[in-house]
């Protein structure tokens, strides 16, 4: 005769594992119920015994914070546990955000060579941890005015008026004069002379293109100085021949350009 079999414990009588324990809060009761077996009750009154609140619910802006920082600085942010906070991130296949990572030597190089905050894109250091790897290396922050510069641009400095150099390189004028200036490169082109009489009495004669390759300064300057004395343009392909200065007449001759 067989012994009879004893009836597995109640959900209710069943020790609760580190496990188990470790979970309550992360997700709903009536989920852990469903996972551990148990009853809802026993979840709800088993997370209250280890005063454990409920979690709130994870919302899609909660999970682009993920893995963007360290998971105890996320939960500070969004009110949670740094453990429900982990996994969340566990779940959903984002790495870590090690508050101690590894500096490789190409990142060193690149500490105190650049501006901090572009040195934190590109390597993906915390900007407060490039500013104490820049300090413990002894080296001094670095200038955006000096470091960003390329070859290329610098080549262009002092070949043509600051104005046209920050509208070329996509930097303000006052950029390229404090660039100039710390790297003694002499503005060889200066914005203009001073207009001659001659000079103006030509504008307006020439289209403006045409005027300005004839005086050997940019378009743009003809075109200003143009405006400013309210001349009108002259049409491309022609020229404008001024009367002479009389009383009784200021109108000018309109000419085609031979073609």
Known sequence: MSAPQRNPPSSSRRRWTAEEDSLLGTRSDRTLAR???????????????????????????????????????????????RENVAWRRRKLGIPCFYENRRWTPEQLELVGRKPDEEVATLTGHPLSAVAIKRRELGRPKADPI??????????????????????????????????????????????????????????????????????QCPV??????????????CPVGQTVQKAADSPSSSASALTSTPS
Not at 175 to 194: D, M, S, T
Not at 220 to 233: F, G, K
């Open 220 to 233: 743009r300057l003809v075109t200003y100085r143009r405006q400013s004395l309210h001349i009108p343009n």
């Open 146 to 215: 000096l470091t960003c510069w390329t070859p290329e641009q610098d080549r262009l400095l002092g070949t043509m008026p600051d104005d046209e150099v920050a509208r070329r390189v996509g930097r303000s004028k006052m950029a390229v004069q404090k660039r100039r200036f710390r790297l003694r490169i002499e503005c060889q082109r200066p914005e203009r002379p001073r207009w001659t009489e001659e000079e103006l009495a030509l504008l307006g004669t020439l289209p403006d293109a045409e005027l300005a390759k004839r005086l």
């Open 35 to 81: 996972k551990f077996s148990r009853t809802v009750k026993a979840v709800k009154a088993r997370r209250r015994l280890k005063g454990i609140s409920l979690v709130k619910e994870w919302k899609p802006e909660d999970d682009k914070i993920l893995g963007t920082r360290p998971d105890r600085q996320v939960a500070l942010l969004l009110g949670r546990l």
